[in-house]
């Protein structure tokens, strides 16, 4: 019986725990149960008959390796797997999308997207994209006023758009539906009008009001505050343009505007431009000073300049430099060249970057915890076999869903992306190379083999690394510890974990009644939210004591090897991952890109902060990750008390890539 971590316990609920329609939360062996019947109508679906004794003794084993958290399919799949949602919109199975901006139908796929909770990446491409027929001087909006009660009662909005024009008074009016398809093609209506009119009204007041939970979904609504301040700002932005064409930069901006819509969920983007062509400049310097301009919404997006061939040491130092002016992350930047190499359809990649995509392209993740194989290379063989094969039938969906291009099925028909991770990968410095081909090796002979068995097309690409900011917090044990995250090396020994909760959440109350630290959000737009301080202790991976604390000070050097590694051994697509680094260590990170170039494709960079000081030594509010000592560790888990499962509550925040940004980000 495997036993869990207080850590996996809360954020498996908080996450991906469903509430149940006769009340309560699923338990794990309930979320599983639902992934498997998935599957299993996957399969079915796409063999076109009832499931043999093979194929039923191969999804118990999918059950097991879920249930014991040796794997896991992706966080998408298990937060709606199995729900009727999950079977008339099958998009929103997936974690990773690119698409090009260049129509309005491209927008409004891209909001879709959102809407159903998956990461989006996209290349503005101005030509087409056009602003107002004339500058609109009055926008109006019209809000909502129905309640909570009112919506329960059955007093629900019309669920479609209804658009006007008044040629009389010249009022072009958009009053948008209840339901995630009006909110989708609402934008097309406001991207595509051309009225000559003097004023817009922008009309809400059929959405139901914010803190509903979705029935479909299963996640919050968030009524009409975040839509109505993103159209009016986009409709700004196109009355600004009227009679001409949209440039980069707003088609950058409307896209990130999007992106803060739906406010409770997942809403990840990245942005691509290339490197040296007309305004590359301007897009590297995309966010800089973004509060000084109200330009808070630029946040949403990851920016990366892509290369098509490779830089001179001189460019990249100027990359660098840029970087370092904007305080060390920004802009990112992708070998394009290498890319391609890798996958000749790409075309961009997903917010985190590990997918390499093509133009309206999809994939969908799976993961294994390599922690959880130490002593059963024979096990770990099969089951890298076993969820490379049930990713494989997460390709066999239907897109056609009403609101999509036809390109994204038949994208999907043709690549049949797969995304086979791994997780705890520093915990397993006895893996070799060699083993790391190996892994490789049997995830695509696995996806391979239900391809063959289905008479569908081979997967185009199948391993890759995610971030794992949120299964591997799911994954820890007393047997094997917690988990380090993907391809990272955790910060400290001991560390108290800030993570965000709804302050409405019932399972607040319960871990301040057993002791927790409970603090409110010093974020000031994060008004809705609370920190809740969980302790966390890494013993599978070597530290060095510095000032008391046994902290991480792997050189980003030692990063970037390890990426390498993985990269020449294990990964098809590429692997993602946050270099932490030092200003003193770029002229190392600018020789070691030159002689690399050929095995880099992306990485995120971050200014490494000292591992010893607190949030308030570095003049923050606070640290999502705070090394302590072990001392500190211990008094504070000492005050903790065991809590009751059965009372947690609600599942309203998904960390995994929240606010647009990878989780290590």
Request: net charge negative; charged share 25%.
């Amino acid at each position: 019986m495997t036993t869990l971590t207080p850590r996996a316990k809360i954020i498996t609920r908080r996450t991906y725990n469903r509430p149940k329609d006769e009340g309560g939360f699923e338990t794990w062996d309930d979320t599983v149960n639902r992934v498997i019947e998935h599957q299993r109508w996957l399969w079915k679906r796409a063999k076109g008959r009832e499931l043999g004794v093979h194929a039923e003794k191969e999804l118990e084993e999918l059950r097991a390796i879920m249930l014991q958290r040796r794997g896991a399919v992706a966080g998408r799949t298990l937060w709606l797997g199995g729900t009727k949602i999950a079977k008339e919109r099958e998009a929103s199975q997936f974690n990773c999308s690119f698409v090009k901006l260049e129509t309005v139908h491209d927008m409004v796929d891209s909001l879709w997207l959102l809407l159903q909770g998956c990461g989006v990446g996209g290349w503005p491409i101005p030509g087409t994209l056009n602003g107002f027929s004339k500058p609109i001087d009055k926008i109006d909006i019209v809000p909502t006023t129905r309640t909570i009660d009112q919506f329960l009662s059955g007093d629900r909005g019309a669920e479609r758009n209804v658009e006007s024009w008044e040629a009389d008074t010249k009022t072009w009016t958009i009053r948008v539906g209840d339901s995630a398809e009006a909110w989708a093609k609402s934008l097309g209506k406001l991207l595509a009008g051309k009225y000559p009119a003097n004023r817009l009204v922008l009309d809400f007041s059929e959405l139901r009001p914010s803190g509903i939970r979705l029935s479909g979904y299963g996640w919050i609504s968030s009524g009409d505050r975040a839509i109505s301040v993103a159209y009016s700002r986009i409709a700004q932005i196109l009355s600004r343009r009227a009679g001409s064409l949209l440039t980069t930069s707003d088609i950058h901006d409307i896209f990130n505007w999007l992106g803060t819509i739906l406010s409770s969920r997942r809403s990840s983007e990245i942005v691509l431009h290339e490197f040296g062509t007309d305004g590359w400049r301007d897009f590297a310097n995309f966010k800089k000073d973004y509060w000084l301009f109200d330009n808070h919404h630029r946040q949403q997006s990851n920016n990366s300049l892509v290369f098509w061939s490779k830089p001179t040491r001189k460019q990249i130092a100027e990359v660098f430099d840029m970087m370092l002016a904007a305080g060390g992350s920004e802009p990112g930047f992708i070998n394009g060249e290498a890319a391609r190499r890798r996958a000749p359809w790409f075309s961009g990649v997903n917010p985190c970057a590990e997918i390499l995509l093509g133009n309206r392209s999809f994939c969908n993740l799976t993961e294994l915890n390599l922690m959880a194989f130490r002593n059963d290379p024979a096990g770990l063989h099969r089951a890298i076999q076993v969820m490379a094969r049930a990713n494989y039938r997460q390709t066999c969906v239907d897109l056609k869903d009403g609101v999509l291009q036809s390109a994204w099925h038949e994208q999907n028909d043709f690549l049949r992306l797969c995304g086979v991770g791994l997780t705890g990968i520093v915990g397993r410095p006895d893996l070799s190379p060699y083993d790391f081909r190996v892994l490789k090796n049997l995830a695509t002979m696995g996806a391979y083999s239900m391809a063959e068995e289905l008479g569908t097309p081979l997967p185009k690409n199948v391993t890759t690394i995610k971030p794992s900011g949120t299964l591997s917090k799911c994954m820890g044990t007393t047997e094997w510890g917690e988990i380090s995250e993907g391809a990272h090396r955790p910060l400290g020994r001991c560390l108290f974990n800030n993570v965000k909760f709804s302050s409405n959440d019932p399972l607040i109350p319960t871990l301040e009644r057993a002791g927790y630290l409970i603090q409110v959000s010093p974020n000031p737009t994060d008004t809705d939210t609370v920190l809740v301080t969980l302790p966390v202790r890494y013993d599978t991976v070597p530290f060095q004591t510095v000032d008391g604390k046994e902290v991480n000070v792997e050189s980003a050097i030692d990063q970037l090897e390890r990426y390498r590694m993985l990269q020449q051994n294990y990964t098809d697509h590429n692997t993602s991952v946050t270099i932490y680094y030092d200003p003193s260590e770029v002229h190392d990170i600018v020789d070691w890109l030159d002689a690399h170039w050929d095995s880099y494709i992306g990485v995120s960079w971050l200014f490494r902060t000292d591992p010893t000081k607190t949030a308030e030594d570095l003049g923050y509010a606070y640290l999502p990750q705070q090394v302590v000592t072990e001392e500190t560790y211990h008094e504070y888990v000492a005050k903790l008390k065991p809590f009751d499962m059965d009372d947690l509550g609600e599942n309203l925040v998904d960390e995994e890539c929240e606010g647009g940004a990878c989780p290590v980000r």
